[in-house]
């Protein structure tokens, strides 16, 4: 299953696609004409069979309409089958375009250049090769410019695997880009590079940010230090509000303690425990704090899981 690094630069992928044009020409040396449209990336065959690649971009202007992008960080043996499978309908709708696999690992790289190769017993063979690209540790350093401090993300997605002096180095060098966005942008963008970063390399700079005699304190330092206080203020008002909530008998099913857990804004948490004084349930404290237990619908254009459905063996 797609982990949260996949989700974050799928998503910044989707609200901004002009970025993946620009990482694409600075890694691969190929412009991609725009304007660029991301597009509904269910491709259906038939009625029984769909399949799902991770986005699909439109260029109505380009030689190529459309463009197959596909994260690809672990082999995936049922790519074999649905890369082929989404090319031959988007080739019969609307001509040819490119499949994009962007991976961060070295070997995944080399099985998908083969991965959708197939040949039969007696010689038939069907081939689609895609375009790599490789967003490699030595990527890193392009995609660290301060004058596109957004391109960030996909330097940690590249350089931020492990936990190591690079990794740091990384992800210290991406929030302090990341400080000279606008604030709404500048604020999202830590948050989802702080989501990408492993449990180790969050400690470690846990450490580094909160030890200010330690170090100088950088822009980074500061970036880190303001976020680890501002969730420790979360955990500790997340904390009272669950103490309240078992003071009054009021506990929490699996859905509302998730959704609890999920509150970051300190503001929010404040509300709910002031609520959860009086409340008659815990939905109602949840309600209060302009959230829900129940599982919301998925936001338009919000990206699903590939599906293929299979034939019903009817005739």
């Not at 090319?87 to 790289?109: C, F, H, N, P, Y």
């Not at 690209?133 to 391109?151: C, I, T, Y």
């Not at 992800?171 to 989501?195: C, N, S, V, Y």
Request: glycine share 6%.
């Amino acid at each position: 299953m797609p982990g949260t690094p996949h989700e974050v630069v799928l998503l910044a992928i989707r609200e901004n696609p002009e970025l993946f044009a620009e990482v694409f020409r600075r890694v691969v040396g190929t412009d991609m004409p725009g304007p660029i449209e991301v597009i509904d990336s269910n491709i259906r065959f038939a009625a029984s069979l769909e399949t799902r690649p991770d986005l699909v971009l439109r260029t109505p202007n380009a030689a190529s309409k459309w463009t197959i992008i596909e994260l690809q960080n672990r082999k995936d043996d049922s790519k074999c089958r649905s890369w082929p499978l989404a090319v031959s309908v988007l080739l019969q709708r609307d001509g040819m375009g490119d499949v994009v696999v962007s991976t961060a690992s070295r070997s995944v790289a080399a099985w998908a250049k083969g991965a959708a190769h197939h040949r039969g017993e007696r010689g038939t063979s069907l081939g689609l090769t895609p375009v790599i690209l490789l967003l490699s540790k030595d990527q890193a350093a392009a995609l660290l410019d301060p004058a596109r401090p957004e391109l960030a993300i996909f330097a940690v997605w590249a350089g931020c695997r492990g936990h190591g002096p690079e990794a740091r180095r990384v992800a210290k060098r991406a929030i302090e880009l990341t400080e000279a966005l606008p604030a709404p942008l500048r604020d999202g963008q830590a948050r989802a590079i702080l989501a990408m970063l492993s449990r180790q390399l969050l400690a470690s700079l846990k450490e580094m940010a909160m030890d200010v005699d330690k170090v100088p304190e950088t822009k980074a330092s500061r970036a880190f230090r303001r976020f680890f206080e501002e969730r420790g203020e979360a955990n500790g008002r997340r904390e009272s509000l669950l103490r309240v909530l078992a003071a009054r008998g009021l506990s929490p099913t699996k859905e509302e303690r998730a959704s609890i857990a999920a509150l970051t804004d300190v503001a929010v948490l404040d509300r709910c425990v002031q609520t959860a004084v009086t409340a008659t349930s815990v939905g109602a404290v949840l309600a209060g704090a302009g959230t829900s237990h129940r599982r919301r619908a998925a936001p338009a254009g919000a990206a699903k899981r590939r599906t293929v459905k299979k034939p019903s063996g009817r005739r």
